[in-house]
């Protein structure tokens, strides 16, 4: 009944009711690109389509969510995508050591960041014991719920703490 009605992708979603009244569910679950989202609704007891909703209806809103969730995880275009967000990463890294470095061999590095570490001592000691103690949960429920996130910064102040003790070439 489905493909009769338009259902025609090679991957598709059969999902039977979970009660007597209700009708089973067919999608397409095609990711790769043109995307196949058509789904429709069909009571099997009396073999007739419910209800039907086509990719081609779907706002532009709706589509461009699609494929831009489909193309960020590799999956619209296939291995091409794959290779092309590969290698975005790769960039992506290669120009954040290059930040660190640029910014570890500049002069006023040390001067920087014995400032800025500074001005947050200066704000932690005036901070009251509540303050304190909300900035540290707000710290922890970051660094837990994302771990990068709380990585880099624990990271970036191991640096900031090594490079205070580490004498200037200058």
Same mark, same amino acid.
């Given at each position: 009944? @489905?493909?009769?009605?338009?259902?025609? @992708? @090679?991957?598709?979603?059969?999902?039977?009711?979970?009660?007597?009244?209700?009708?089973?569910?067919? @999608?397409?679950?095609?990711?790769?690109?043109?995307?196949?989202?058509?789904?429709?609704?069909?009571?099997?007891?009396?073999?007739?389509?419910?209800?039907?909703?086509?990719?081609?209806?779907?706002?532009?809103?709706?589509?461009?969510?699609?494929?831009?969730?489909?193309?960020?995880?590799?999956?619209?275009?296939?291995?091409?995508?794959?290779?092309?967000?590969?290698?975005?990463?790769?960039?992506?890294?290669?120009?954040?050591?290059?930040?660190?470095?640029?910014?570890?061999?500049?002069?006023?590095?040390?001067?920087?960041?014995?400032?800025?570490?500074?001005?947050?001592?200066?704000?932690?000691?005036?901070?009251?014991?509540?303050?304190?103690?909300?900035?540290?949960?707000?710290?922890?429920?970051?660094?837990?719920?994302?771990?990068?996130?709380?990585?880099?910064?624990?990271?970036?102040?191991?640096?900031?703490?090594?490079?205070?003790?580490?004498?200037?070439?200058?």
């Amino acid at each position: 009944i @489905a493909r009769a009605h338009g259902i025609d @992708a @090679a991957q598709i979603q059969i999902k039977p009711p979970t009660s007597g009244n209700q009708a089973w569910t067919i @999608a397409e679950i095609q990711r790769k690109w043109p995307t196949q989202a058509d789904s429709i609704s069909i009571d099997m007891e009396h073999h007739k389509v419910i209800d039907q909703l086509a990719f081609k209806d779907y706002s532009l809103v709706a589509k461009l969510t699609r494929w831009g969730v489909d193309a960020h995880i590799g999956v619209l275009f296939g291995w091409i995508n794959q290779l092309v967000l590969a290698l975005y990463a790769f960039i992506l890294c290669i120009m954040i050591v290059y930040a660190y470095r640029a910014a570890f061999k500049n002069s006023n590095f040390k001067l920087m960041t014995t400032h800025f570490v500074g001005q947050s001592l200066l704000v932690w000691n005036r901070a009251t014991g509540s303050q304190k103690i909300g900035l540290i949960l707000v710290g922890l429920v970051l660094g837990l719920s994302l771990p990068v996130f709380g990585f880099s910064i624990l990271f970036t102040l191991f640096i900031f703490a090594i490079r205070k003790y580490i004498p200037s070439k200058s």
